[in-house]
Nanobody, 126 residues
């Protein structure tokens, strides 16, 4: 079965950094892209970043541009989200996401997501 397993969440002070990882396994197809979402308590889940696995096209939500970097390893088995200059508003549960076969990662919304990871908690204190 397809699995997405996140790790790397932690509690940090504002201005700090974290690296989140998503291990990708068990897919019967190669997802065209992978994404990271986050959800704060009482708020909707929002897309943070995505990466296309073929040409490496990157997309970021405006709130994290210049601070977060999404990348993948050469084998495309791990998707990483490097987060710098963290702010309290970056706090939340972070989820890795994959689309169904042949589908891309829309810049907004989550209707394209077929598979979710279990999430990893990020807490940024001021």
């Amino acid at each position: 079965d397809a699995q997405l397993v996140e790790s790397g969440g932690d509690s940090v002070q504002a201005g700090g950094s974290l690296r989140l990882s998503c291990e990708v396994s068990g897919f019967t197809y190669t997802p065209r892209c992978m994404g990271w979402f986050r959800q704060a308590p009482g708020k909707e889940r929002e897309g943070v970043a995505s990466i296309y696995r073929g040409d490496g096209t990157l997309n970021y939500v405006d709130a994290v541009k210049g601070r977060f970097t999404i990348s993948q390893n050469a084998a495309k088995t791990t998707v990483t989200l490097e987060m710098n200059s963290l702010k309290p508003e970056d706090s939340g549960m972070y989820y890795c996401a994959a689309p169904s076969s042949g589908r891309g990662c829309a810049k907004t919304g989550a209707s394209w997501v077929k598979n979710w990871g279990q999430g990893t908690q990020v807490t940024v204190s001021s």
